[in-house]
């Protein structure tokens, strides 16, 4: 089988797909080509602390599709599983600054964890106030050696582009919204399998190859390998391998909520989300959690891979209380 | 390669999935298992017109995650790709019905049509007032001869729903509901292109394959076939040949106004699709016609078909004013 993809040619896809982006939503959000960032269409005098992130690209809708009341003020796309620059990065803060200070909330990974950095000092001497959250929820990745890269940042950035987002609407400052974003970020953690990898724009073999009778176990958001393979089977076998190591990693016990994102990979079907879904909540049913809150979709992609990620999110009435507070991007709104 | 889904077995697909869904929406929607279908949750004591739609499964969202305030009141699902018993349909019809009439939205596919007109006669027989509006959008079955079972229904049916939706809770009468909805059918066209066929649940090879240099043109919701094989190529050359003949079947021109839908069959990444809405938008631009609204995601799939369909309303004033109408479902919401 030979994948091929809707695109023009690989080095324009990112651009023309944000373009395509900002004209199915010209009320919620604005694309500036170059540098290229994503930032809230209309007005933005409402003086609040301005909310940033980004990554590479092949995420989608992550964060592009995140930009909008409630949630992300501004949105730096890379090209394709690459950081943007530095100097896109400073481009989006100063788009997005409102005058109280920007919050950055970046995914761990050495090149944007580097990039976003340099833009925070290069605003900094410009006089805005910058802060960092940073996000290292993928369990997969737990319990590297010390000086390593640590875990790297996958679905939870949702959640915490969310809470902090609404807290931020609140009249939250940049200060308490550190506290928060690292609250949310160390309350959650991630495992994802894949049933097949994905496929880089303008190939057409995907970047690896998986036996028919296996998954890849812990993979990360552009196909890394996690703890390894193992062996393919139902659904209600396989879920309670991602969650179980999560309930265990947050030390959920008895009587605990949760805030619960079963997330697809990218071309993993709707109702196989459900099923998984599904098969969750018995789970957490059978370990007297609470399944307070759910949010089930292709939210974090890796390009068209095929399986899924669980997170979970320790919850509390504070945060389910921002969880439900309105959002208007172009992929959530409520 | 191999496909393999994340599901426990083929037969309970569907309802495990369902489960699933109500799982994760417990403040929208409730899951009645047998007879199967799904109706709103809470308070449905508003009189208004009820909206009843259905189908066969492997196209979700549709019509099941459409299912809440402003869209429709109940949905029923079939096994995968087969329709929904008229026996489903009548509870569904039943259980949605508030006393001012129930209308069936109907996508075009015999069984349906058959099972759903049971149906309205079964409840007709207990004094429901039912009626019913056909959705046969689908360009590529166009101009068959006489007598045959005409265009199929595809991703119009969203706009039906939502259009109808919304003007229902404003307080339309059943009689308007059907004159709205046939008015949005009779405006709507779509086509399609397949990249790569679908594989059935359970199965693991796809259904059908495809050369690495063709798309399936004009391709049904199901994988059937359409106008034909025809050159795979870049988007900027495929997109003109979905929207062209809708433009043409629409008799669109200089300083009409469209509602645009760019809908992904199931494994099309967001990147992909907003590249496709930049494509359709340049050439609406280079006709005069309008773009009012957009609506692009994955919203009536064919399994993980790899594809796309683009579907265009001619808009004026009350459809894009019920368009933007609140509406709160667990697939489209704002």
Chains 1, 2 share one sequence.
């Not at 390593?148 to 308490?176: N, S, W, Y």
């Not at 160390?186 to 724009?201: D, K, M, V």
Request: hydrophobic share 45%; glycine share 12%.
């Amino acid at each position: 089988m030979v994948v091929r993809q809707l695109i023009n040619d690989p080095a324009g896809f990112v651009p023309e797909a944000l373009e395509g982006l900002s004209r199915a939503h010209p009320d919620l959000i604005r694309w500036h080509e170059d540098p290229a960032y994503v930032v809230r269409a209309g007005d933005r005098a409402k003086p609040k602390v301005a909310l940033v992130s980004g990554g590479g690209s092949g995420h989608e809708p992550l964060h592009t599709g995140f930009v909008g009341e409630g949630m992300l003020d501004a949105a730096v796309p890379g090209a394709v599983f690459a950081s943007p620059t530095a100097f896109q990065v400073k481009a989006a803060i100063t788009a997005a600054d409102r005058g109280r200070g920007v919050l950055l909330i970046v995914k761990n990974y050495t090149g944007d964890v580097l990039n976003f950095r340099i833009a925070a000092e290069l605003a900094a001497d410009e006089g805005v106030e910058v802060a960092t959250v940073l996000v290292d929820d993928d369990l997969a990745t737990d319990g590297q050696e010390e000086g390593g890269p640590g875990r790297r940042g996958t679905a939870a950035v949702v959640a915490v582009e969310k809470i902090c987002g609404a807290a931020a609407e609140r009249g939250a400052t940049l200060a308490e919204l550190v506290k928060l974003g690292t609250r949310v970020a160390g309350s959650a953690r991630t495992l994802a399998l894949a049933l097949e990898s994905c496929t880089q724009p303008g190939q057409s073999r995907p970047s690896f190859e998986l036996p028919g009778d296996e998954v890849e176990f812990g993979v990360g958001i552009h196909g890394e390998h996690g703890i390894g393979r193992r062996p393919f089977g139902p659904a209600r076998e396989l879920v309670p391998q991602l969650a179980a190591p999560i309930v265990e990693a947050l030390g959920l016990g008895r009587g605990d909520g949760v805030l619960a994102i079963v997330n697809g990979l990218g071309a993993t079907h709707a109702l196989e989300l459900s099923v998984v879904h599904r098969e969750l909540a018995a789970f957490l049913d059978g370990a007297g959690i609470r399944l307070d809150r759910s949010l089930v979709g292709s939210y974090v992609t890796s390009l068209d891979m095929r399986g899924c990620s669980i997170t979970l999110v320790r919850a509390d009435e504070e945060l389910t209380g921002l969880w439900d507070a309105p959002v208007r991007t172009p992929a959530l709104t409520w």
